[in-house]
Nanobody
Framework: QVQLVESGGGLVQPGGSLRLSCAAS????????TAWFRQAPGKERERVSC????????YYLDSVKGRFTISRDNAKNTVYLQMNSLKPEDTAVYYC?????????????WGQGTQVTVSS
């Protein structure tokens, strides 16, 4: 059974940092591209970042480029999202998703989400 569990969310002041983790069970991240999405209240879900399955090529939403970094630890079967210089507009529920061969916007497996709140 495929399961994704996110962690690492919380309340942080503007300019602060958080590292989100997405731990997988029932499959290996080696075989799929993996993405982080976010959804703020009243807004559509958007893809924040993605990492490909083979060479680890990464993609980022323009508004997070230079501040967020996606990475994958194959030994721990975990994908991370390091978020620096956080802004109030980064406040959202963040989800990891996988199950696609490529970095797309459609994925077969989703985590339950973790809340990130950026506020002073």
């Amino acid at each position: 059974q495929v399961q994704l569990v996110e962690s690492g969310g919380g309340l942080v002041q503007p300019g602060g940092s958080l590292r989100l983790s997405c731990a997988a069970s029932g499959f290996s991240f080696n075989y799929y591209a993996t993405a982080w999405f976010r959804q703020a209240p009243g807004k559509e879900r958007e893809r924040v970042s993605c990492i490909t399955k083979r060479d680890g090529t990464t993609y980022y939403l323009d508004s997070v480029k230079g501040r967020f970094t996606i990475s994958r630890d194959n030994a721990k079967n975990t994908v991370y999202l390091q978020m620096n210089s956080l802004k109030p507009e980064d406040t959202a529920v963040y989800y990891c998703a996988t199950g696609s061969w490529y970095c797309t916007y459609e994925y077969d497996y989703w985590g339950q989400g973790t809340q990130v709140t950026v506020s002073s």
